[in-house]
Every structure is written in C-alpha cells, then in structure tokens.
C-alpha cells in the first residue's frame, strides 16, 4: 500500500499532522521511510526537499543518521545530486550543520568509489554542484560571524561596506572566514573598531584578540569605582586597554609590555585614541628585579615569554635583554582588577605578590602548561588564591577550546593554556599598613 500511492501519503504526512504523524507512522521502523523516499526513483525525496520542512527534515536527517548515509549511497549518488541541487540554506545547514562529519563519510565510503562514480558520470557539473555547496554552506558561517563581530567594529567606517561586499564576493570555503573578515575590519594595518581605531602586530593576534576580549568579554567585572584601578600585565599592543578604557571611562590603567615591537604599537594606539590616565611600563613581571632575557618568537607576536617554552614547537626565537620587575609594589593600593597573561611565569609572580593579593578585587590571569613547564604548577596557584579568600573558576582559553573540541580527553597531557577567573569574597582589603 505504501508504495503504491508513497506521493499522497507522504503530502499527507508532512502537511497536515507533521513530525507527530511521521513520527507514529513511521517510527520504530526506519526501513519503512527508505522503502517511501527511495521509490520511483527519488520523487519521495525530492518533494520531502522541496517541502521546505526543515524541523521534519532534521528529525528525519539528524546528524549520523543512518538512514541518511543509506539514502546517499544508494543509486550512484543521485540521492546527494537531489539534495544539492535543491540550493536550500535550511536543508543545507540541517544536513551538514557545523561539525557534521556526515558530508566526508559519505563520499569517502568504500574507498571513494562513490565519489568517483559521482564525478565521473557528469564531472563538470558535478564538481560545480559540490563547489555551490561549499560556497552556500560558507557564507552561511560567515554572515553567522559578521553578526558576532558587527556590533564591536566601526562598521560605518569609510570603505567597510565596500570591503565586506568584496569579501562575501571572494569567499569560496569556510577554512578561512576570520581571515576573510580581518580585511574588512582592518585596512591599512588599523583595526575601525566601534569606539576607536587599533593598529595590531599581526591578524592572527587581532582576530583572537577581537573573540576573546570584545566579542567573549572575557575580561567583563562589575567594577563598581567610578574610577577603577585596573593592572593590565602584558598589554601587547592595547585590546585590553582599550576594552578597560571604553567599558570603564574612569579607569586608572598601568600597563606592562616588554617587547619592544610591541609596546612601540601600543604606545601608538595610546596616542592616536587619545587614552587618558593610561601608564605605559616596558618591564617583564617576574620574582625579582632586574635584567632577563627575553625570548620573542618569530610567529606569534602575542608569545614572549621569559621562558624559551616555544622552541618546543620548533619556532625560532630572539633572545632580547629586558627589564624585569616585581608586581608586589603595585599593589599596595586597591586594585580593582588584575589581569595577568605572561606566558608562562605567572606562577612565580603569583607567589612574590601572594601579601598584596588581599588588596585586588577581580583577577584574570591566564595559566600556560607543558613545553618545558613544571606540571605542577596550577594547583600551587588554585591553592594560594584559595588560601587568600578568592572564589575561582578555570576553563580553557579560546584557542586551546577550538583546538579540543572534539575528544578533549586525549588533550589531557598536551601542552595548553586555560584561564583562571577569580573574585575575592574579603574585598575591599586590608588597608594598607
């Protein structure tokens, strides 16, 4: 019966009762709706596709599915031409949403020979069908990503609507929307940020930077003072200055940066936006005063550290002599917010500063592990906070939270970074003695 009038029940199903119906029909036996929408040669499909269902369609197509990957494989591929062919964001996006592997398991099943069967019986269009695909599946992502990032930039900068359009047109595949997207925010090595324009030392750095800081707020408090006391310990060239200075207009802001290429950046972008009550101190933070060396990688322009940890990565580093100071003397007066990010030497600059600790109210600091680092290092620093009252909550840092995504477990022994987010229950402090 149901493969003699498959049309009428199938209309019938998807029009008037919806997932309930299909669901009570069909549920329980996922044979049945292979046998419906693999009939009279696809038809089924094609009319579920063109229905424009995508709730029914997810529930039908969930990502995995096996009746999916049944559907496609069968008949040559002309299942996967029906669906591509559709040109339907909704269909796409339910079928191959973000981190769906069913699209490579298809066509890489059985040593590709459907892959090959499917280019090869019509090439030339196939392969502009596939390459249709990928371009509507990435400028789904990236209009996603310009919403993210919209409201942080100066998008009535003269050129940015011109740039974005030339970018949306030059898009092919999602591999490198944020590089996409750094050329329209910044043009001429300047970032035409919402209230105020950055130079940046590289567009890995600005893009991370931009996630991390203006779009994430990773370094959002309820700051009270109209006039804060703010640390920003490893400035680099100002996204967190600047994010301090425009959230907290009051703010009092000591910043530290010692690579000279950077702090050279940041001193500019101080300049040009005008930044009052701001002080600029090329030191490194460390246990003790005086000269270390510094070691600047060639790649990153956000990984100076004191350590030489990069060479671990294979990386080639310039040792430079710097400056290196203790973060105890500047805690002798409340600190409303303390963000430390030093790459590597926070632990020992934690415990030099452990009695003036009392005295800061928010704390950010991010933790580095592995390549050359003692293992033993972030309970130490979960253990000192604790012991001087703080609240505290760790979580992984942007980069490294993209990197494991997917089987995170098997990152356990792996070099990272992670974030340390602390509050202290005794704020306002002990007074100063």
């Known amino acids: 019966m149901l493969r003699a009038d498959a049309g009428a029940l199938i209309k019938d199903v998807l029009f008037h009762d919806g997932d309930a119906a299909l669901f009570e029909v069909l549920g329980g036996d996922r044979r049945a709706i292979r046998n419906l929408l693999l009939a009279d040669d696809a038809s089924r499909l094609k009319m579920l596709l063109e229905s424009d269902d995508a709730a029914v369609l997810k529930s039908i197509y969930g990502v995995g599915s096996a009746t999916l990957r049944a559907l496609l494989l069968d008949d040559s591929a002309k299942r996967l031409k029906a669906i591509?062919?559709?040109?339907?964001?909704?269909?796409?996006?339910?079928?191959?949403?973000?981190g769906s592997k069913s699209l490579e398991v298809l066509l890489l099943d059985d040593d590709?020979?459907?892959?090959?069967?499917?280019?090869?019986?019509?090439?030339?269009?196939?392969?502009?069908?596939?390459?249709?695909?990928?371009?509507?599946?990435?400028?789904?992502?990236?209009?996603?990503?310009?919403s993210e990032l919209e409201p942080v930039v100066d998008s009535g900068a003269p050129g940015m609507e011109a740039r974005l359009n030339e970018q949306r047109r030059l898009l092919l595949n999602a591999d490198k929307i944020w590089d996409h997207l750094t050329q329209v925010v910044a043009a001429d090595g300047v970032a035409?940020?919402?209230?105020?324009?950055?130079?940046?030392?590289?567009?890995?750095?600005?893009?991370?930077?931009?996630?991390?800081?203006?779009?994430?707020?990773?370094?959002?408090?309820?700051?009270?003072?109209?006039?804060?006391?703010?640390?920003?310990?490893?400035?680099?060239?100002?996204?967190?200055?600047?994010?301090?200075?425009?959230?907290?207009?009051?703010?009092?802001?000591?910043?530290?940066?010692?690579?000279?290429?950077?702090?050279?950046?940041?001193?500019?972008?101080?300049?040009?936006?005008g930044f009052k009550d701001i002080e600029l101190l090329p030191f490194a933070l460390s246990a003790e005063d005086g000269v270390r060396t510094l070691y600047r990688s060639a790649k990153y322009s956000m990984a100076s550290s004191l350590s030489d940890r990069r060479k671990h990565f294979g990386e080639s580093l310039e040792p430079i002599e710097v400056q290196c100071r203790r973060l105890s003397p500047y805690l002798r007066e409340p600190v409303d917010f303390l963000k430390l990010d030093i790459e590597g030497e926070e632990d020992r600059v934690l415990e030099e500063c452990a009695e003036g600790l009392s005295r800061v109210h928010y704390l950010f600091c991010e933790y580095h592990q592995g390549a050359g680092l003692p293992g033993d290092r972030l309970p130490k620093i979960l253990q000192l906070l604790a012991d001087r009252g703080f609240d505290v909550h760790v979580g992984k840092s942007h980069g490294f939270q993209a990197r494991t995504k997917r089987r995170p477990m098997t990152f356990v022994d792996d070099t990272y970074s992670a974030v340390i987010y602390a509050k202290n229950r005794n704020w306002p402090g002990a007074s100063v003695p």
């Open 192 to 273: 035409r940020l919402r209230h105020g324009a950055l130079a940046f030392s590289d567009r890995g750095a600005l893009w991370t930077l931009i996630h991390e800081i203006l779009i994430n707020e990773d370094y959002y408090a309820d700051l009270q003072s109209p006039a804060p006391r703010i640390l920003d310990c490893g400035a680099h060239f100002g996204m967190g200055l600047y994010y301090f200075v425009t959230q907290y207009p009051g703010a009092r802001v000591t910043a530290f940066e010692p690579d000279p290429a950077n702090f050279d950046v940041l001193s500019q972008n101080v300049s040009r936006n």
């Open 84 to 98: 591509l062919d559709a040109d339907n964001r909704a269909v796409l996006k339910s079928l191959y949403g973000p």
């Open 112 to 146: 590709a020979k459907r892959l090959k069967r499917f280019l090869f019986a019509d090439s030339f269009k196939n392969l502009v069908v596939i390459a249709q695909y990928r371009r509507v599946r990435a400028q789904v992502q990236f209009e996603e990503a310009w």
